[in-house]
């Protein structure tokens, strides 16, 4: 990932634009515990990895507004996860019940993206009747996941069609 920038766009205007592209296979992020569909054919193990994410762009901002507000605007959208599509059935009676159709390799499904958008909006008051008094109340509005978009979490994959929907929703933010 490239170091963070900040792009001043005048004295009232900056932002700190991060894009992420990354790739990432099986080999290179082994987990424990992971047992293959079919112990006696291991062609359809070789794939992307569970947490792979090909991209991620997260855009903070801020405006200065004069002396009336600061206004900060935060953009994040991932693209799209992965999950593997099952039988529902031990077909290979090994007792896990990971089996899947012939011919399907491992996370070989595209889940949901996630996006969002947050909004704060802050005025700092000075409080004291001095000009060398540095107390000030803050007064802020912040508005989280203003685009009202559902980010679909896990997803059951089994050949039913109706099963192979999210059963979750991640945080808003």
Known sequence: MPPEQRIRLDDRQEVSPRHQRRQCDERVAR???????????????YARADFDRRHRLVIPGRLTARSI??????????SPG???????QDIFHNGR??????????????AAGFASFGLRIARDIPIGSGKNDDHALSVGLDAFSLTNRVNYGSYVGTSDPLCSCSVSARSPR
Do not use: C, H, S, W
């Not at 987990?31 to 193990?45: K, M, Q, S, V, W």
């Open 31 to 45: 987990r424990i515990g992971r047992f293959p569909a079919n112990d006696y054919d291991l062609t359809g193990e």
């Open 97 to 110: 019940g990971r089996a899947r159709p012939a011919g399907v390799a491992r996370n070989t499904l595209q």
């Open 82 to 88: 992965l999950y593997t599509k099952l039988l529902g």
């Open 69 to 78: 507000a600061d206004i900060g605007v935060g953009l994040t959208i991932n």
